[in-house]
């Protein structure tokens, strides 16, 4: 998936010290993604959803008995995390409307998380409306642009310099951009390496 090495590494504990393995403990962010036809609005998913993204979400039946497992593993060595029970047992009712973020994802299906997180990603304190520009006079609406800044009332944010996009599914894209990041990488590397040796060379001759 794309979480972060911190993500993975806090739930690695939380699974030792519940016994549960992964499936049973998903990150929000790993059971949801922008459609194929809304790869452009991919940055503005991650700051719309990024509230939730980062929510391990656990079955309902496994609460009881939950948080004094969790006692046992050492604070110091985990990053913060948030958790949230949900009772998979339910039906849950959602609709997204077009033009809406919500309208531009897909979801695992199979995932029995999948209704609940439906009810999130639809829901007016997560949803956004899609634009090319926002709206200053538009306080009602929650507005994203596809750059990833915000207008919700009289608020706004802007910026991603500090934020990982951890929301998505590993698919061909993803992957041909770490091989591009892999390359780009080698070729710093070997410039560096270049350069190095003319420098070097240079200043044996001084």
Known sequence: TRI????DDARTLIMRATGLDASEL???AELMDVNERSEQWRLAMNV???PIAQTILVDK???QGFAAKISAIDPNLMTRRTWRFVDTGIRYDSSSSEGWMSSKLQYREDSPFVGWLKTQTTSPHFDARCVHA???SNRSERQVQADGQIKSGARGQHGTKDRAQVIGFVNETYLNALAAQV???????SQADTDYTAAKTQSDNL
């Open 134 to 136: 926002i709206d200053d």
């Open 183 to 189: 390359d780009a990488a080698r070729n710093a590397l």
């Open 26 to 28: 998903p990150y929000v």
């Open 48 to 50: 719309a959803y990024a």
């Open 4 to 7: 972060s090495d911190d993500m």
């Open 61 to 63: 039946r496994h609460e």
